[in-house]
């Protein structure tokens, strides 16, 4: 697979994936039942292309910003706050920072993260001067 320049030059940033961009590494997917490619990775931004394969899970876990999921193909069960989401092709699903999720898929299915990592508890923000 090819690198790829992920953090933004400007204020816009377009990417036309190529197939080799979209690519899913195989043996990671068979070794680990999922696998991920960062497409994105700008401050708290992240967008990333992920994949469950046949049978795979992504364990529970949560993180402090809100989550999105926009399912490419396939179909995946997510689970969050003793429900279940079954998702397919086109659909998106969000979760609030903080709400503990996973996914399982018995068929395998890939989708587009995008999280936004919210500053913890006692880290600093800068403070523009001017104010």
Do not use: C, W
Request: net charge negative; aromatic share 4%; proline share 5%.
């Amino acid at each position: 697979m090819s690198s790829m320049h992920r953090t933004l030059d400007g204020d816009v940033l377009v990417s036309h994936l190529t197939q080799d961009d979209r690519m899913i590494d195989k043996d990671l997917l068979a070794k680990h039942g999922r696998t991920s490619r960062t497409l994105v990775k700008e401050g708290p931004l992240r967008l990333t292309l992920m994949a469950i394969g046949p049978g795979g899970n992504l364990p529970a876990h949560s993180t402090t910003g809100p989550v999105t999921i926009h399912v490419l193909d396939g179909e995946l069960l997510f689970k969050a706050l003793d429900r279940e989401y079954p998702l397919k092709t086109g659909d998106v699903l969000v979760f609030a920072g903080g709400v503990e999720h996973s996914a399982t898929s018995a068929g395998g299915g890939s989708f587009l993260l995008t999280v936004f990592h919210a500053p913890s508890a006692g880290s600093r923000v800068p403070v523009d001067e001017k104010t």
